[in-house]
Nanobody, 125 residues
Framework: QVQLVESGGGLVQAGGSLRLSCVAS????????MGWFRQAPGKERDFVAS????????RYADSVKGRFTVSRDNAKNTVYLQMSSLKPEDTAVYYC??????????????????WGQGTQVTVSS
């Protein structure tokens, strides 16, 4: 059983930056692909970014391409989401997730096996 804990959320002005972290425990981190998703109030959960076990395969949602960067440090059991040029529409609860198919960087939330509790990101205009 893998436990995921996100941190780094907060309140930021439009145009600002935040870095989210997600620390994994209870499993071999390098055996998992990782994803970031977000959910705004009243909306469905959306894919943001994903990264396979080695970092060699990365995907982004079109809405965040060029602004967000996903990375991982397998030695620290941590995946990051660097968010820049933030917009009010980026406001959401951000979740990290782990996929036992380590080679994958799927965009489909149903393919992920473990989820964190989420961290709130609020971007003011």
């Amino acid at each position: 059983q893998v436990q995921l804990v996100e941190s780094g959320g907060g309140l930021v002005q439009a145009g600002g930056s935040l870095r989210l972290s997600c620390v994994a425990s209870g499993g071999t981190f390098s055996r998992y692909a990782m994803g970031w998703f977000r959910q705004a109030p009243g909306k469905e959960r959306d894919f943001v970014a994903s990264i396979n076990w080695s970092g060699g395969h990365i995907r982004y949602a079109d809405s965040v391409k060029g602004r967000f960067t996903v990375s991982r440090d397998n030695a620290k059991n941590t995946v990051y989401l660097q968010m820049s040029s933030l917009k009010p529409e980026d406001t959401a609860v951000y979740y990290c997730a782990a996929d036992r198919r380590s080679y994958s960087a799927t965009t489909y939330d149903l393919n992920y096996d473990y989820w964190g509790q989420g961290t709130q990101v609020t971007v003011s205009s």
